[in-house]
């Protein structure tokens, strides 16, 4: 079965702080892989996906994220955060089926 | 905005009780799937239906069942109401089957069971 672990939980930075959520999949065979955010009273939205092709992954807002097969790891990364991306963000993935498998969220917080 | 839309938005029951959510998708989708997130945790994989049918399930018991419809719309039964029944559910709707296409979510319906 596949699972997603992802390591901080609660993520406190200040603006224009750099950030990096760890995201961390075990699954034997293809993966895809995404990452969604939950801002405040809003719908979970996709912030970027890996299908193939190049591991370095750009999404909206700024974010990108990095497929590391060898690690089994997709963190996102994004240079530098605004107060505008308080939210919770969800790594997750599909593998040899059609169900998502969501990590637990990291809440992250930025202060002005 | 996704386009995808739940009802209702919130909903008070009481343990036994039955529910019926409802979903409808993002036009031009026609693979619907149903989430369960808890307070504090990431969403959970209750089934999706294609063409109508059921197409996967997760962990759920058989009190847990679904619908689609000819227009791709959804409804999620869950009848015998327990306490921990309490949660957001997720409606999601994509493209093409199997799941090698994105899930774009609705806003959810909040389920209270007292």
């Known amino acids: 079965a596949q699972s997603v672990s992802q390591h901080n939980h609660h993520v406190i930075l200040s603006e224009a702080a750099s950030l990096e959520l760890g995201c961390n999949y075990s699954y034997g065979g293809t993966v895809n892989l995404f990452w969604y955010v939950q801002y405040p009273g809003q719908h979970l939205q996709l912030l970027l996906k890996?299908?193939?092709?190049?591991?370095l992954v750009k999404g909206i807002k700024g974010f990108e994220a990095e497929f590391i097969k060898s690690k089994f790891s997709f963190n996102l990364r994004k240079p530098s955060v605004q107060w505008s991306d308080t939210a919770e963000y969800f790594c997750?993935?599909?593998?040899?089926?059609?169900?998502?498998?969501f990590g637990t969220g990291t809440q992250l917080k930025v202060e002005l | 905005e996704t386009g995808v839309t739940q009802s209702p938005t919130h909903l008070i029951k009481t343990r036994g009780q039955q529910v019926t959510l409802r979903c409808s998708s993002q036009s031009g989708h026609n693979t619907v799937s149903w989430y369960q997130q808890a307070l504090g945790q990431g969403p959970q994989f209750i089934f999706q239906?294609?063409?109508?049918?059921?197409?996967g399930r997760g962990n759920f018991p058989p009190r847990f069942s679904g619908l689609q419809f000819p227009n791709y719309s959804s409804e999620l039964n869950v009848n015998a109401l327990e306490l921990d029944d309490s949660a957001l559910y997720l409606c999601a709707s994509s493209t093409s089957y199997p799941g090698t296409d994105t899930q774009y979510f609705g806003p959810g319906t909040r389920l209270t069971v007292l």
């Open positions: 239906y294609y063409r109508e049918e059921e197409n």
């Open positions: 997750a993935v599909t593998g040899g089926g059609n169900k998502l498998t």
């Open positions: 890996y299908f193939s092709g190049d591991p």
